[in-house]
């Protein structure tokens, strides 16, 4: 079935695709589970994760990145995605996606930021063609 899509995505012309959000989650360390989206939680308190304090039901000290595109239909992309992300200057965690392929008009694609627990704030920039996002979170540790 994958086969028959790439193909059936590589004879048909490229439709307009959308970089259409980010999304972040926790890497909850007791249960493997990951956390809702925090991009979406305007009173998250990101203060000590890596104990389960703040707004972390359990600790947390990886974060995953998710970029999410949509188009209608499926196809292959060929163009470039790059996620990247930031804190202090330094560069956390990186990727880029060179193809991928598209079903039922989406994509999910993914970035593991290990040791996000206290690093401060966090920049996430993701980069697909012309199109460019981003979104900023907040991890802090102290007492």
Same mark, same amino acid.
Not at 28 to 57: C, H, K, M
């Given at each position: 079935?994958? +086969?028959?899509?790439? $193909?059936?995505?590589?004879?048909?012309?490229?439709?307009?695709? !959308?970089?259409?959000?980010?999304?972040? /989650? =926790?890497?909850?360390?007791?249960?493997?589970?990951?956390?809702?989206?925090?991009?979406?939680?305007?009173? &998250?308190?990101?203060?000590?994760?890596?104990?389960?304090?703040?707004?972390? @039901?359990?600790? $947390?000290?990886? =974060?995953? +990145?998710?970029?999410?595109?949509?188009?209608?239909? @499926?196809? &292959?992309?060929?163009?470039?995605?790059?996620?990247? $992300?930031?804190? /202090?200057?330094?560069?956390?965690?990186?990727?880029?996606?060179?193809? &991928? =392929?598209?079903?039922?008009?989406?994509?999910?694609?993914?970035?593991? +930021?290990?040791?996000?627990?206290?690093?401060? !704030?966090?920049? +996430?920039?993701?980069? &697909?063609?012309?199109?460019?996002?981003?979104?900023?979170?907040?991890?802090?540790?102290?007492?």
């Amino acid at each position: 079935m994958i +086969v028959a899509a790439l $193909a059936l995505a590589l004879a048909t012309p490229q439709k307009s695709v !959308t970089l259409s959000d980010i999304r972040m /989650h =926790l890497f909850y360390e007791t249960t493997g589970r990951l956390s809702p989206d925090l991009t979406q939680q305007r009173d &998250f308190a990101g203060w000590n994760v890596i104990i389960g304090a703040g707004s972390a @039901e359990e600790p $947390a000290d990886d =974060l995953l +990145v998710v970029a999410e595109l949509r188009s209608t239909g @499926e196809q &292959f992309v060929q163009t470039p995605l790059k996620i990247v $992300a930031t804190a /202090h200057g330094k560069v956390l965690a990186s990727r880029v996606y060179r193809t &991928f =392929l598209m079903q039922n008009g989406q994509v999910a694609l993914p970035v593991w +930021v290990k040791n996000a627990g206290c690093a401060g !704030t966090i920049s +996430v920039t993701v980069t &697909f063609g012309a199109q460019r996002r981003s979104e900023k979170l907040t991890l802090q540790c102290g007492e």
